[in-house]
């Protein structure tokens, strides 16, 4: 090979990016100190930028298209290396080439929940995340500030910086628009497109760069607060809690006068004999303090009997309930029962018609010698 061979070999005649990279926003063309000589191809292709720069100053922009570099189409790089009367020698300048593409499937979030005064809640906290996309704008101001003398720079280099942008542009955003913690859900559309906006406002001057879309995927309240939801809303669906606690009462009932002979069934009676007793005890309260006129029980027959359940006064019960509550381990031999008939509240084993229900079988005789 001979001198003339060599020197035109160390020339560059073809300056191109083929982009196999779906998240590279500026590649700078590999020029290792050798010279574009004149009349060099130069390739953009769609989605891409090609950007000369000499000696750290940006001098042509090429948009998508093929180029003969000749004096006619450098006219900023020839003034700056004093081409006054055109350029027949070779020239050194870097090549940047920059994606105008859209770069996908980058995600956000909120590193620390976002604390915010709710109408509804008071003080919470909110937790978001969603997704966006970038990509360049201004080749200038992102060479300027971003790339400075980086052969690559990658979207994941900058993540970190959209993020906190982001993040930053939320709050302010949840802050201005006072929206309720509730209704946060049928408003992502109209708040996506409008963090879009914010976040467009504080990237496109200073880093050159554009969001094109930004998605709010999820805006979660604290754990401790949705399962206080929960619990608010399952009130709401029972409604009457009143009502509703009579509606299992009477179910039980019926579904204990299916089973006479059942062992549950023995004992269910006087649980939900107390149970009702309790409640009709309160209700009777509740009007009380309310100020309103409580009629007085009608006489009580003479098998009505009273148990204390609690230190509270419960019944009346048959003897018929006493019986399957003894059966049952609901009444022992302390249970303090009372009826009409009694001075005084009586331990269930003292009362002649329930105290062979409690009394403790003999001592088993020892078996006979053989």
Do not use: C
Not at 68 to 74: F, H, I, P, S
Not at 160 to 171: K, P, Q
């Amino acid at each position: 090979m001979g001198l003339l061979d060599k020197l035109r070999n160390e020339l560059i005649d073809i300056i191109e990016w083929l982009d196999d990279d779906r998240h590279t926003l500026v590649w700078r063309f590999p020029r290792y100190q050798n010279e574009i000589k004149n009349g060099a191809q130069l390739i953009v292709r769609p989605g891409q930028m090609a950007i000369f720069v000499n000696r750290g100053q940006i001098a042509d922009v090429f948009e998508p298209g093929n180029y003969t570099l000749k004096t006619d189409n450098l006219p900023i790089l020839g003034t700056i290396l004093g081409w006054k009367y055109g350029f027949n020698s070779p020239f050194r300048s870097e090549v940047y080439f920059m994606s105008t593409r859209q770069v996908t499937d980058l995600k956000w979030g909120t590193p620390n929940p976002i604390m915010l005064r709710d109408a509804d809640f008071g003080p919470i906290r909110l937790r978001a995340f969603g997704t966006y996309t970038l990509k360049a704008a201004d080749p200038k101001a992102l060479l300027k500030e971003l790339v400075g003398t980086d052969g690559v720079v990658e979207a994941d280099e900058i993540s970190e910086l959209m993020r906190s942008i982001i993040t930053t542009a939320f709050a302010d955003m949840l802050g201005e628009s006072k929206i309720a913690a509730l209704d946060l859900a049928a408003n992502y559309r109209e708040m996506s497109e409008q963090l879009r906006k914010y976040v467009v406002e504080r990237v496109d001057d200073e880093y050159g760069l554009d969001v094109p879309q930004l998605f709010i995927v999820n805006i979660s309240l604290p754990e401790a607060v949705e399962k206080a939801l929960d619990t608010r809303t399952s009130m709401g669906v029972i409604g009457d809690m009143n009502k509703y606690q009579q509606y299992q009462m009477g179910t039980a009932i019926t579904t204990a006068a299916a089973n006479p002979g059942g062992g549950a069934a023995e004992g269910m009676g006087l649980g939900i004999g107390f149970g009702m007793a309790n409640q009709m005890a309160r209700n009777l309260g509740q009007a009380g303090a309310a100020g309103g006129a409580v009629a007085g029980p009608p006489p009580l027959p003479s098998d009505a009997w009273h148990v204390a359940v609690g230190g509270q006064s419960t019944g009346p019960f048959t003897s018929a309930q006493i019986a399957e509550g003894i059966a049952s381990g609901q009444v022992n031999a302390g249970t303090l029962v009372w009826n009409a008939n009694l001075p005084a509240w009586t331990a269930a084993a003292q009362v002649p018609q329930f105290a062979p229900r409690l009394a403790s079988p003999p001592p088993v005789p020892p078996a006979p010698p053989k």
